[in-house]
Nanobody
Framework: QVQLVESGGGLVQAGGSLRLSCAASGRTFISYTMGWFRQAPGKEREFVAA????????SYADSVKGRFTISRDNAKNTVYLQMNSLKAEDTAVYYCASLIGSRWSNWGQGTQVTVSS
């Protein structure tokens, strides 16, 4: 079982940057594909980015391509989301999760990102 704890959220002006972290407990962390998701008020939770266990492959939602970068440090059991050129529409609670089989699981509690325009 993997437990995930997100951090790094906050209030930032449009055009600014934030780096989110997702710290994982559990020895099997390195074997999981990890992902970031977000949920804005009144909206469904949506996929943001994912990274395979070896960091050999990443994927991004079209809305964040070229602005966000997902990475991981398996030695530190941590996944990161570097967010640059932030926009007001990036405002949301950001969650990380691990892909187990075909399902995203082990959701963290989330971290709030607020971008002021």
């Amino acid at each position: 079982q993997v437990q995930l704890v997100e951090s790094g959220g906050g209030l930032v002006q449009a055009g600014g940057s934030l780096r989110l972290s997702c710290a994982a407990s559990g020895r099997t962390f390195i074997s999981y594909t990890m992902g970031w998701f977000r949920q804005a008020p009144g909206k469904e939770r949506e996929f943001v980015a994912a990274i395979t266990w070896s960091a050999g492959s990443t994927s991004y939602a079209d809305s964040v391509k070229g602005r966000f970068t997902i990475s991981r440090d398996n030695a530190k059991n941590t996944v990161y989301l570097q967010m640059n050129s932030l926009k007001a529409e990036d405002t949301a609670v950001y969650y990380c999760a691990s892909l187990i089989g075909s399902r995203w699981s082990n959701w963290g509690q989330g971290t709030q990102v607020t971008v002021s325009s």
